[in-house]
């Protein structure tokens, strides 16, 4: 009877096993969310950049409309005297004092991403970078090359700037 009486202390092993079952359940249900963090992260980053892309057309073509919004205005000096060139709708089209011929080149494009975003993401027309410029005139695409299906897309005709991602 003495031994009745003593105290238990500590977990029994079918605790252990239960507490454990527990835990893997709930680390299989909380792990493929943090598995898609990189995606997520990627898919932030290009729409960052595209929101910068946006804006910084719009800053151009703002400056053309403070010239006097004619045809005959041709570039628009930004921030830090970086020039851009414009179209005759005073969106931008390449980075020439002389403004733009109506037609994009991917050239153009990589001069348009590097003139208007200060610091950006490197841009080339191959996949050696973070991003590769090519161009349907009058769009111009930038596709996220460390991800698929991540892309940044600027119409020089109208100025919109859409982003895709997953």
């Known amino acids: 009877m003495g031994q009745d009486n003593r105290r238990r202390s500590g977990f029994t092993i079918i605790e252990l096993v239960v507490v454990i079952v527990i835990i893997g359940i709930l680390a299989a249900t909380a792990l493929p969310r943090f598995v ?3 995606g997520d992260a ?3 980053s290009v729409q960052a950049m595209g929101g910068a892309l946006g804006s910084g057309v719009n800053l151009a073509h703002a400056s053309w409309v403070a010239q006097g919004a004619v045809a005959g205005v ?3 000096t930004l921030e830090g005297g970086i020039t851009v060139g414009l179209n005759d709708s005073g969106w931008p089209e390449n980075d020439a004092a002389a403004g733009g011929d109506g037609t994009i080149t991917a050239a153009e494009c ?3 991403w590097n003139s208007i975003l200060l610091n950006p993401p490197t841009v080339a027309t ?3 970078a973070e991003y590769q410029a090519t161009a349907a005139s009058p769009i111009c695409t930038y ?3 460390a991800s698929a299906g991540r892309s940044i897309s600027y119409d020089s005709s109208t100025g919109a700037v859409s982003i895709t991602v997953p």
């Open 143 to 145: 596709t996220y090359t």
């Open 126 to 128: 191959d996949t050696s």
């Open 110 to 112: 990589v001069a348009i």
């Open 36 to 38: 898609n963090l990189t």
């Open 74 to 76: 041709d570039s628009a």
């Open 42 to 44: 990627q898919s932030a």
